[in-house]
């Protein structure tokens, strides 16, 4: 093993959006996905130093242009000692290493095996991601980047978001809308059930 690269996210939305990054920006094999608690999620990569530095700063923008509060921290770490192995190995289908498997075979056998990791990881994300009412909740949100996150995952995604803001934030947020049937004091006063209604109608309008 050359280098590890972790990032934890706050949420699994940003998770997903992790390590989708990571494995387009490098050439790293996609090692977990792990629950730490308390909404906080961890994508670990493996590969040649380089690679996962680059992964590793990939998905970590990747991760700030949803909201900057939903990155929890990043970690590379070059040259591990060899008993981490034990810890981040990836493994084929079921998490179990196929016995049968000779010498000659490996190559073709870690592409599959990378293949499936992946794909178990993004399931794995995503379906808490569709369990989560509330991903991640940022501290604040502007419009084009509220823009992205519905263009990306939909209005109901994108509402779950704004509903995590506190009524200051989505006032302000609501002030960049020039389109919405409130405006002036009517935002300053709007509570947070009635910002939301007008943000949700303004994005099935621009939809239609």
């Known amino acids: 093993m050359k280098a590890l690269g972790l990032i934890e996210t706050k949420?699994?939305?940003?998770?997903?959006?992790?390590a989708d990054a990571m494995v387009k920006a490098a050439d790293v094999t996609l090692v977990e996905k792990t629950r730490v608690g308390g909404g906080l999620v961890t994508i670990t990569?493996?590969?040649?130093?380089a690679a996962v530095q680059a992964a590793v700063d990939a998905g970590t923008a990747a991760v700030e242009r949803i909201a900057a509060s939903s990155l929890a921290a990043k970690l590379v770490i070059p040259r591990p000692h060899e008993?981490?192995?034990i810890l981040?190995?990836?493994?084929?289908?079921?998490?179990?290493?196929?016995?049968?498997?000779?010498?000659e075979e490996e190559p073709e056998a870690e592409d599959a095996a990378v293949g499936d990791a992946v794909e178990e990881v993004v399931k794995e994300v995503v379906k808490e991601v569709e369990?989560?009412?509330?991903?991640?909740?940022p501290e604040k949100l502007d419009?084009?980047?509220?823009?992205?996150i519905i263009e990306k995952y939909g209005i109901a995604e994108g509402m779950a978001m704004a509903d995590g803001l506190k009524v200051t934030a989505l006032r302000t947020l609501a002030r960049e809308y020039g389109e919405l049937k409130i405006?002036?004091?009517?935002?300053?006063?709007?509570?947070?059930?009635?910002?939301l209604e007008e943000l949700k109608s303004y994005y099935e309008a621009r939809n239609d």
């Open 11 to 18: 949420g699994t939305l940003a998770a997903v959006e992790a």
């Open 45 to 49: 990569v493996t590969g040649d130093v």
């Open 83 to 85: 008993e981490l192995e």
């Open 88 to 103: 981040f190995t990836p493994k084929g289908p079921g998490g179990k290493t196929d016995p049968g498997v000779t010498d």
């Open 131 to 137: 369990e989560s009412p509330h991903p991640a909740l």
């Open 143 to 148: 419009r084009q980047t509220l823009d992205s």
């Open 183 to 195: 405006s002036g004091r009517e935002v300053s006063k709007a509570n947070k059930q009635l910002l």
